[in-house]
């Protein structure tokens, strides 16, 4: 099996290298309005949003940004097939603006874009992102009324395109490689996502910054990506990350066995990204083992309990709970090519070490 992978070095609102109804997931997070980090990238895009802010017109300001961002969901719209998902990281903003302290809401700003555009809203899931910590107090303190909550969660909103779920032929081979364990669909279809971490946004950490980059970015942690595509795609699927930033979905997709396209603004990012493919076979490696052992684990403890699991794996030698995962099978990282900005992984099957 072999997977490619290209990144193109532009803004995503015009992605005419894709063609309509070509994409099968979308794992992305856009820059977060009215989060200060990222005010000097909404400005440069519309002059207007600096403006608002300096005025202190916040609604303003956050109605102008959001029609940025919308100018690239409307590609998505146009670029993922029916039946398609769209999973977008965002978390909501909090901001005092004329000195008046509040919550600007994106997650429901992107959720009514997509629906008003013929996406069903899909049940989202919240992932704890702690930034402050726990003696940093919002408003009056210790003392009522005034004082505020502190926000710590973020969103995976889910959306489908239209209104019928994709259609895979009942016997389809991939789909079958590609299911997940019983125990990992009773976790990663929770809607509260306890186990993720945020990293470091501090790019200087990463690559070395030069001024040309911005001092912090926005990446999750590679689990996240990796669990969505895990839940959401089949092996040879195409997955878009329209704001690629340091190329964390890209990453994910080619650990599962996905191809990928990503559109970033940004080319000095690139210099991360290339730090972390160094790595690319160990992370890999080290994913797929701790998925089977982790497996067989869990199947040790279900036999500990005096329950008898009724099936046998055909890949692997350990036992599993239904007959969807009898089929399962990864793939270890063989080699890769590198052109430009596009990249071929090729594939063994995967090895429990």
């Known amino acids: 099996m072999e997977t490619v992978h290209k990144i193109f070095f532009k803004n995503s609102s015009r992605m005419d290298e894709i063609e309509s109804n070509s994409i099968d997931l979308v794992v992305t997070s856009p820059p977060y309005p009215m989060i200060e980090m990222w005010d000097s990238l909404f400005s440069r895009l519309n002059k207007r949003i600096q403006v608002a802010l300096q005025e202190g017109v916040g609604l303003n300001a956050f109605n102008l940004m959001h029609a940025e961002l919308e100018k690239v969901w409307s590609e998505v719209v146009r670029v993922v097939k029916p039946g398609g998902i769209v999973c977008i990281n965002i978390g909501d903003a909090t901001r005092k603006i004329s000195n008046n302290f509040q919550l600007f809401p994106n997650h429901v700003r992107i959720t009514m874009f ?18 402050n910590s726990p003696n940093k107090f919002l408003g009056s303190g210790m003392l009522p009324t005034n004082a505020y909550i502190t926000l710590e969660h973020e969103y995976i909103l889910i959306f489908r395109k239209g209104n ?3 259609t895979l032929p009942p016997a389809f081979e991939d789909r079958y490689h590609s299911a997940y364990f019983w125990e990992e669909r009773n976790k990663w279809f929770s809607d509260m996502w306890l186990d993720l971490k945020g990293i470091s946004q501090k790019m200087n950490n990463r690559i070395g910054n ?8 926005a990446a999750f942690p590679l689990k996240l990506p990796y669990r969505l595509i895990n839940m959401f795609s089949i092996y040879g699927d195409t997955i878009l990350d329209p704001f690629w930033g340091t190329g964390t979905t890209t990453l994910a997709a080619m650990v599962s066995g996905r191809n990928s396209l990503g559109y970033e603004i940004n080319s000095e990012f690139l210099g991360s990204f290339k730090l972390e493919l160094k790595d690319l076979k160990n992370t890999a490696q080290a994913i797929n083992n701790k998925r089977l052992k982790d497996h067989i684990e869990f199947i040790t403890n279900y036999k500990k309990k005096g329950k008898d699991p009724k099936y046998e794996a055909k890949n692997y030698e350990f036992s599993v709970i239904t007959k969807q995962e009898i089929e399962i099978l990864l793939y270890s990282i063989k ?16 090895e429990l070490v």
């Open 114 to 131: 997509l629906q008003d555009n013929g996406f069903s809203v899909l049940p989202s899931i919240l992932w704890r992102k702690p930034t």
């Open 164 to 166: 019928e779920k994709r």
């Open 210 to 217: 030069n001024g040309k980059i911005r001092e912090r970015s």
């Open 335 to 350: 080699n890769f090519r590198e052109n430009e900005n596009k990249y071929t992984i090729l594939y063994d099957k995967f």
